[in-house]
Every structure is written in C-alpha cells, then in structure tokens.
C-alpha cells in the first residue's frame, strides 16, 4: 500500500513538472518596453499605459512579446529591454553606449527555454560602423562596431544559455549592410534570424497592428 501511495505521488509529481509552461526572455530595445513588465524597472522605456501620441499601445497586451507568450504558452522569465539601446556600444550622435548595450545586459536574463533578441534597430538608425566580419580575437575596442559586437553576442550568448532555444528579430526598414550583416553572422553561429515584413508603424516603432504582425511571424517562425 505504501509502495503505491509513493509511486502516485511520484507520478503526480511528474506530471506537475511536465504541465509546466516553458519560460522565455527578451533581450530588446524600445520595440520590446512597456511600464511595468521591464526588468531592471531603470531602463528607459518607450511604452506606457499613457504614451500620447507617440503611439496608440497602451495595454501591455497588445505588446508582440505578451502575445507570443500568451498564444504559444509560455511563461515571461525576464524582460531585459532597453529603449534606444544597441548591440555595439556607439550610440546616437557617437556616443558611448556599452552601459545599455547588449553586450552589457546579456547575462541578465534569468533560466529561461527560449531567448528572443530583438535588435540592430538603434545600431542601424544611430549610423554605427559597420566594421569587419571577425569573430575570433575581439577586443573592447571591436565592439564600438555592429559586426564585431553582434558577433560576440551571439558567440557568447549560445555558450551562456546551452539547451536554450535563441532567435534573432530583425527589424524592417534598417540600413542593408546592418540587415546583411545580422544574417550572415547568424548563420555563423547557428542562430535563426526572422527578417520582419510589413510592420506597421507611429513615430518608427510598431502600432497595435505593427506588434500583432510580428508577434505572428515570431510564432510562426517558433513553430517550425
């Protein structure tokens, strides 16, 4: 009798872990902030419950991250985005960056399954160098350009999170050579890249109906 009651509870035990809904963790700029649901709570935002007329997302759950974790079931581990940020550490106006880059914050991302970056925007818009293809002998030096900075992200972030499903968004609308670059460089490494279509935008960042776009192509793309 009790070697039964230890085996249903064992069982039970199993099936609990089993019903558990994998965890998933941005890594993003402004297209991914919203009030609230950012970890650390001191980076800047884009998006508010109240945005004026920046925007007409006012609801968390009209951001393309809830929905592709709502509607694929999954559970948020970490948000760790980061409005204006980019990947390389120059910024606008050929400022320093590296304390917002995400090189800086790419280990802030909790245990999750799956690790969504969402980037290269602000590094296509801030006019970075693009630099060279290197991957290999990088310096602090490399990473005020996209090439190498991406590079090392990417080579870092796959040994860092092993077993981790990560996926690159890339943006509509950025320079070719910043788009070019993001695929060569994650083909590199073996990580998937989804080139975004049709995004919807209000003052360059998406809408409600922007963010539903990509939250479908993120889903799709996940499902494959």
Known sequence: MKKNYLLLISFLCCMAACAQKPSISI??????????????????????????????????TQTWWWLVAKEGGYKLCVNNSYSGSTIGYRGY??????????????????????????????DSWAGEPVGE???????????????????????HMTNRYPNV??????????????TESCKIICSHYGVECLQLRDI???NGHPSIKGMRAIADQVLKMMKK
């Not at 993003?28 to 997302?57: C, K, Q």
């Not at 943006?171 to 050579?177: G, P, Q, V």
């Open 165 to 178: 499903d990560i996926y690159f968004i890339l943006n509509s609308e950025l320079r070719d050579d910043i």
């Open 93 to 122: 106006d050929g400022n320093d960056y590296s304390d917002r880059s995400f090189l800086s914050r790419m280990d802030q991302l909790g245990n999750p399954d799956v690790i969504l970056i969402f980037g290269a925007t602000n």
């Open 133 to 155: 293809y290197k991957y290999q002998n990088l310096s602090k030096a490399d990473f005020y350009t996209f090439r190498p900075a991406m590079a090392f992200m990417l080579q």
């Open 200 to 202: 919807h935008k209000i």
């Open 27 to 60: 890594l993003g700029d402004s297209y991914s902030t919203f009030e609230g649901y950012v970890t650390p709570s001191t980076n800047e935002m884009w998006y508010y419950e109240e945005s004026g007329d920046r925007t007409d997302v006012n609801d968390v």
